[in-house]
């Protein structure tokens, strides 16, 4: 089946430190990457959704400039976490899509950021 | 716009016991509905979805019913193993009238505990 690596699995780091998580597609073509974060004992709540090769679209009240996206590739995007700081702490989840809009996601084993 | 009710949880069962999560939705339009099930410090993996009205969905041993006419998706699984504990969300797949994006929305998690 559709397998999505996530790398870090887990992140400890001072604040003002900037995170890079990647995500990639490793047997299909990830035409749609979704950046999700969840918060202890909630629902996913999605972030942003990418595009290869074009600019992320975020969701109301989600920073640009904090949580910086890069779709680069048919199978790896990146989620930056810049200059982060203790209220950033969370599980962030990616997800992928082939080019079909109709098919499901396949998830990530998440990251665990810790900001102390 | 569109919203998934989960039962809340923790759902606790001793083995072999018959399992219901309830869900229901709402959406614009037509959506296609899922089941993820994320184990603890992972990612959430497809469990099992439906397309279109009474479309039944199985895998594992679990199973729902697309039902357009109560606008629910309720999983069952006939008898449940200590390795079913997990967090289960239903999720729908729907075009947002706002965006014309397809998105997941996601109901917030029932937590299964199963004891031997």
């Known amino acids: 089946g559709a397998v999505v690596s996530q790398h870090p699995s887990r992140v400890i780091c001072k604040s003002g430190t900037s995170v890079k998580i990647e995500c990639r597609s490793l047997?299909?073509?990830?035409?749609?990457m979704f950046w999700y974060r969840q918060f202890p004992k909630q629902s996913l709540m999605l972030m942003a959704t990418?595009?290869?090769?074009?600019?992320?679209?975020?969701e109301q009240g989600v920073e640009k400039d904090k949580f910086l996206i890069n779709h680069a590739s048919l199978t790896l995007s990146t989620l930056t976490v810049t200059s982060a700081h203790p209220e950033d702490s969370s599980f962030y989840i990616c997800?992928?899509?082939?080019?079909?809009?109709?098919?499901?996601?396949?998830f990530g084993d998440g990251t665990r950021l810790s900001i102390l | 716009g569109n919203s998934v009710t989960q039962m809340e949880g923790p759902v606790t069962l001793s083995e072999e016991a018959f399992l219901t999560i309830n869900c229901t939705y709402t959406?614009?339009?037509?959506?296609?509905l899922f089941w993820y099930v994320q184990y603890p410090g992972e990612g959430l993996q497809l469990l099992l979805k439906?397309?279109?009205?009474?479309d039944k969905g199985s895998n594992k041993g679990f199973e729902a019913t697309y039902r357009k006419e109560t606008t629910s998706f309720h999983l069952e699984k006939g008898s449940v193993q200590v390795s079913d504990s997990a967090v289960y969300f239903c999720?729908?797949?729907?075009?947002?009238?706002?965006?014309?994006?397809?998105?997941?929305?996601f109901g917030s998690g029932t937590r299964l505990q199963v004891q031997p």
């Open positions: 997800s992928a899509r082939d080019g079909i809009e109709d098919q499901p996601q396949h």
């Open positions: 047997d299909f073509q990830a035409t749609t």
């Open positions: 990418s595009n290869e090769g074009s600019k992320a679209t975020y």
């Open positions: 959406a614009t339009g037509y959506p296609s």
């Open positions: 439906a397309t279109k009205a009474d």
């Open positions: 999720a729908l797949s729907d075009r947002n009238v706002d965006t014309g994006r397809r998105a997941l929305t």
